[in-house]
């Protein structure tokens, strides 16, 4: 079955290490994104990329890295300069075009605790 | 970032009762959807509506694209413990630069009383 695979479902760190989230998907997809879930709150964009090497920052960039090596994988760093990291994280992927014919496929998200 | 707020934050009902939220934005959007979001899980697609007016359908799921472009509204009837979950709107402008990006409302908040 497609979908997007997101590991691990649960990840613990401590205060000062960076950490990173994977994401994988077989979709077939050219664009992927990144957002955080906090209580309350709707969905922020972290980061999104629309073609393997390129990506743009979203609207909660600051503190976070991603890499575009290959179609399928978008992984995302969560870093030592992120304030607030703990938070329920999801990758979400899109066909081309971003037209009305391509809503987004979320993964089933991976929650982060720092400590 | 622009956020569209969504209400009620959240309901509780009994069984058998029908829902409506909504959603409103300070911007145009063309195309609005409808997310439902199971705990623990990521959010699954619903509805998705592209014209000003559009009234849809998904089983005992309607939504409609408001005539301003401004707002949607999602109404659920018949009401069952399935339901229960977080619903988000979200709306985004397919093509040129926005590229699929969305922007999500804050979630309302179902329960379900059998």
């Known amino acids: 079955d497609g979908g997007i695979t997101q590991s691990p479902k649960y990840l613990f760190r401590k205060e000062g290490q960076n950490v990173t989230l994977s994401c994988e998907q077989n979709?077939?997809?050219?664009?992927m994104y990144w957002y955080r879930q906090d209580p309350g709150q709707g969905l922020r964009l972290i980061y999104y990329s629309q073609i393997v090497n390129d990506f743009q920052k979203g609207d909660i960039a600051e503190g976070y890295s991603v890499s575009r090596e290959k179609k399928e994988s978008f992984p995302l760093t969560v870093t030592s300069a992120q304030k607030n990291p703990t938070a329920f994280y999801l990758c979400?992927?899109?066909?081309?075009?971003?037209?009305?014919?391509?809503?987004?496929?979320f993964g089933n998200g991976t929650r982060l605790t720092v400590t | 970032g622009q956020q569209l707020n969504q209400s009620p934050q959240s309901m509780f009902i009994q069984e058998g009762e029908d829902v409506s939220m909504n959603c409103t934005s300070s911007s145009i959007f063309n195309t609005w959807l409808w997310y439902k979001q199971d705990p623990g899980e990521g959010p699954v697609l619903l509805i998705a509506l592209y014209k000003a007016g559009e009234l849809t359908s998904n089983g005992r799921l309607t939504a409609q694209f408001g005539i301003t472009r401004k707002d949607s509204f999602l109404n659920i009837s018949a009401s069952i413990p399935s339901d229960v979950g977080i619903y988000f709107c979200?709306?985004?402008?397919?093509?040129?630069?926005?590229?699929?990006?969305?922007?999500f409302g804050q979630g309302t908040i179902l329960t379900v009383h059998p």
């Open positions: 979709l077939n997809h050219d664009a």
């Open positions: 979200a709306g985004f402008n397919a093509g040129g630069t926005s590229y699929g990006k969305l922007t």
């Open positions: 979400a992927s899109s066909p081309a075009g971003g037209g009305r014919n391509s809503p987004l496929h």
